[in-house]
């Protein structure tokens, strides 16, 4: 109980993602050692269903994370981190991703848990459809290539992909640069 109460001082009971003030409670920043205050943020429950995947995320809920990313307590940061990685396909929160600091050993919290969620399941295209290593993928839509000031058009071909750590991305070669590209919104030829 004496976190939750530490949680509330330092949230001024409200959430500490989207400053909600419905249905707060404490989520543990996995991975814990234990449950103080220091490892924990006070969320609603909103926030919460979406950070244990329970449903479909709310893009437009999570633009909170422009403001929560800058929050001092390194628990908020780690989850801002982590919802922002989730939400990289988005280019608000790509843009995010390139602005936020973290402290070293902040980073390296807010990374093993995006590690840990990541079971290195099978890479999917937009159908469902498992991508291996060398499969030609198509574009379903144009996607903004930043730092190469391109466009990848809908339609594009992309040839011999390669798979990455992470099974929501892979790995290609468009207008002749090698680029990441998230699966979800390729087609497998």
């Given at each position: 109980?004496?976190?939750?109460q530490a949680?509330k001082?330092r949230?001024?009971d409200c959430?500490?993602l989207c400053t909600s003030?419905d ?6 920043v996995?991975p814990?050692s234990?449950l103080?205050a220091q490892?924990?943020v006070y969320?609603?429950?909103n926030?919460?269903?979406?950070i ?5 995320l709310?893009?437009?809920h ?7 990313m800058w929050?001092?307590?390194p628990?908020?940061q780690v989850i801002?981190y982590?919802?922002?990685h989730?939400?990289s396909?988005e ?7 390139d602005?936020?600091?973290l402290e070293n ?9 995006i590690?840990a969620?990541?079971?290195?399941g ?5 159908n469902?459809?498992e991508l291996?290593?060398?499969?030609n993928?198509?574009l ?9 000031n ?9 040839r011999g ?16 640069t090698?680029?990441v590209?998230?699966a979800?919104?390729?087609k497998?030829?």
């Amino acid at each position: 109980m004496a976190t939750e109460q530490a949680l509330k001082q330092r949230s001024n009971d409200c959430c500490e993602l989207c400053t909600s003030t419905d249905s707060l409670c404490v989520y543990p920043v996995p991975p814990t050692s234990d449950l103080s205050a220091q490892q924990c943020v006070y969320v609603c429950s909103n926030c919460l269903s979406q950070i244990e995947e329970e449903g479909k995320l709310d893009l437009n809920h999570w633009r909170c994370l422009n403001d929560s990313m800058w929050n001092q307590e390194p628990a908020v940061q780690v989850i801002s981190y982590r919802m922002l990685h989730k939400l990289s396909a988005e280019s608000w929160a790509q843009d995010a991703l390139d602005i936020i600091y973290l402290e070293n050993d902040v980073r390296t919290w807010a990374e093993q848990g995006i590690a840990a969620a990541l079971t290195n399941g099978p890479t999917r295209d937009s159908n469902g459809a498992e991508l291996q290593d060398g499969d030609n993928v198509t574009l379903i839509k144009d996607l903004k290539v930043k730092g190469a000031n391109f466009t990848a058009k809908q339609g594009t071909m992309v040839r011999g992909i390669s798979l990455t750590e992470n099974p929501e991305h892979i790995e290609g070669k468009v207008n002749g640069t090698r680029i990441v590209l998230v699966a979800a919104y390729l087609k497998k030829a």
